[in-house]
């Protein structure tokens, strides 16, 4: 059995209303998913195995017979972006056969850079283990006409 694991070295992910994205901190990256993709990332993420979560999707009413290429497809796309790496987990399927059949058993990871510059330049990235993501006091704008005037263009 073939399980997965979020590759938590680089990718953060969340799940919201159904919808899967997953950021890519080192490119600023990121994958948006269709809810019948999520609903199988999500799977995946809980452990169960890739084989069990297509067992369960193959009896589904209007399972397409090329189910087992769909999700083949799926899982090395999100291995070709390093979204998840292979791992021991455990876990059970818990799947909505709407959720399949609403997307027309469609698996989709989209990849996108549209905000690509805003993800990296997210302080964030600029963690010290020792201070934190702070900047240091020097780096701190201190002359207070030149804090009014930055002040002023935000506002």
Known sequence: MTTYVLNEDKMFSDIAD?????????????YGMNGFGSAVFENIL??????????????FDGAPEDVDARMTEFVNRLKSFEIVLEGDASG????????????????????????????????????????GWQPDKVALETDEEVVKAKEAKIK
Do not use: C, R
């Open 18 to 30: 159904g919808v899967a994205i997953v950021i890519n901190s080192e490119t600023g990256i990121y």
């Open 92 to 131: 059970n399927v818990t799947l909505d056969a709407s959720v399949a059949a609403g997307d027309n058993f469609e698996l989709m990871v989209n990849e996108y850079n549209d905000a690509q510059e805003l993800l990296l330049a997210d302080p964030i990235h600029e963690v010290k283990e020792e201070t």
């Open 46 to 59: 809980s452990g169960a195995a890739v084989e069990d979560i297509l067992a369960a999707v193959k009896n």
